[in-house]
């Protein structure tokens, strides 16, 4: 059962924006921390950004004044809003709980900033 499912990725030219959706299928959405990780070729995968389910955020330096995080619980969706993106923004962009114990790894979806 998928129980997240990102999407918005694409190809973007520096300087450009995307905003990621992630669609979670989770029972008591509205209570989970969620948050955005990024996996580029031959890095590590990487949280850049969280949200409580009181809206406390917090953001990786990297991504700090450029990515803003924001959640609708009615929609059980988080969301990423990606601007001045960068080639070194480029990766595979996941949704999941900042936990130990996490759901199960969505597909993800593909970020290029590329000119």
């Known amino acids: 059962q998928v129980q997240l499912e990102e999407s918005g990725g694409g190809l973007v030219q520096p300087g450009g924006s995307l905003r990621l959706s992630c669609a979670a299928s989770i029972i008591d959405f509205s209570i989970k921390t969620m948050g955005w990780y990024r996996q580029a070729p031959g890095k590590e995968r990487e949280l850049v950004a969280s949200i409580s389910s009181s809206g406390r955020i917090g953001y990786a330096d990297s991504v700090k004044g450029r990515f803003t995080i924001s959640r609708d619980n009615s929609k059980k969706t988080v969301y990423l809003q990606m601007n001045s993106l960068k080639p070194e923004d480029t990766a595979i962009y996941y949704c999941?709980?900042?936990?130990?114990?996490?759901?199960?790894w969505g597909q993800g979806t593909q970020v290029t900033v590329s000119s």
């Open positions: 999941n709980a900042p936990v130990k114990n996490q759901y199960s």
